[in-house]
């Protein structure tokens, strides 16, 4: 099987919208065809740390993500920018991250057990073990920006102050008109270069990897589980 040259383009329509359970991972074959991790360079229509993320690894991806990246930008209105917020993230990131969102959740509800915080964590961070999307180089976070670099409304992000997680889903009912509007141009142009939205978090695109393999009704999956020096 030849992973790259086999893959096509997936359109909106063909793509599942509704949360899947992340048991339906673990069932996503994966043949690694060890594409390389790049970094995502300052392209005059791709912009990175407007959002800050606080490890060095937030603008690699791999190589096949990067290129699409560019033609995702290629699609979008003038005037509007892609906006890189994390891509790749080490496995012991993501550790911090999902300890940090524990305590947090604990710290708000100190009569929850062990088992129903993890429940309610896993709808917003992935478990680092057995394996986590950005650790495989295929996920990135993304955003839009108008050519001052200041940010496009698009609704709260997960690593923004934002209080309602009601916000996130894709399709949101608890978003204005313009956020509604801003995440369709984001949308289309990404859909159009190939990439896969998840549902649940409006800036979550993957390609490659198992979440893309899962919301596009396949069964195998080309990027694994990699490390970067």
Not at 125 to 146: E, F, Q, R, S, W
């Amino acid at each position: 099987m030849n992973q790259l040259n086999s893959v096509q383009q997936i359109k909106m329509s063909e793509q599942i919208t509704k949360i899947l359970p992340k048991s339906a991972w673990q069932k996503i074959i994966i043949h690694e065809n060890n594409d390389p991790l790049v970094e995502v360079k300052k392209f005059f229509r791709i912009k990175r740390g407007l959002i800050p993320v606080a490890h060095k690894a937030a603008y690699f991806v791999r190589k096949q993500v990067a290129e699409k990246l560019i033609q995702a930008s290629e699609q979008l209105p003038e005037g509007i920018n892609l906006v890189l917020i994390e891509g790749y993230r080490p496995l012991n990131i993501q550790k911090k991250l999902w300890d940090s969102e524990f305590q947090k959740i604990k710290n708000k509800n100190p009569s929850l057990t062990i088992e129903k915080i993890k429940a309610q964590l896993k709808l917003i961070v992935a478990k680092p073990a057995p394996l986590a999307n950005h650790h495989c180089g295929g996920a990135i976070d993304i955003t839009l920006a108008y050519s001052d670099n200041s940010l496009m409304d698009m609704g709260p992000y997960i690593l923004q102050t934002a209080t309602d997680k009601n916000t996130f889903p894709m399709f949101s009912e608890h978003i204005t008109e313009a956020q509604t509007k801003n995440r369709k141009i984001l949308r289309d142009a990404m859909v159009a270069s190939g990439f896969v939205w998840y549902p649940g978090e409006w800036w979550h695109y993957c390609w490659g990897d198992r979440m893309w393999a899962v919301y596009t009704n396949q069964i195998e999956c080309f990027y694994g589980p990699i490390e970067i020096n």
